[in-house]
């Protein structure tokens, strides 16, 4: 079963940024999409997911704000998110979606 560690959380300003990192402890990147999820209390909802092709899929709260990159050779995928809002407040998970494997989320506040 493929590990997935998420870093790069934390408290942040509202306008500030952050960048999320998830590190698989296998090269899964060639074979399955990835996605980052993120969970207020609440539902689990989709941020941003990238396919073996490289092409990327926001939604609609992300977009023009956050970006969603990977770096096969160090199997990491990561989330780069700007312009950050109270409302991105959340826990942040990454996803494989070939594998069905969480990580173990990190936790993002905006303070406004």
């Known amino acids: 079963q493929v590990q997935l560690v998420e870093s790069g959380g934390g408290l942040v300003q509202a306008g500030g940024s952050l960048r999320l990192s998830c590190a698989a402890s296998?090269?899964?990147?060639?074979?399955?999409?990835m996605g980052w999820y993120r969970q207020a209390p609440g539902q689990r909802e989709l941020v941003a997911r990238i396919?073996?092709?490289?092409?990327?899929t926001y939604a609609d709260s992300a977009k023009g704000r956050f970006t969603i990159s990977r770096d096969n050779a160090k199997n990491t995928v990561y989330l780069q998110m700007n312009s950050l809002k109270p409302e991105d407040t959340a826990v942040y998970y990454c996803?494989?979606?070939?594998?069905?494997?969480w990580g173990q989320g990190t936790q993002v506040t905006v303070s406004s």
């Open positions: 296998e090269n899964i990147f060639n074979f399955n999409s």
């Open positions: 396919n073996v092709g490289g092409v990327t």
């Open positions: 996803y494989s979606v070939g594998r069905r494997a």
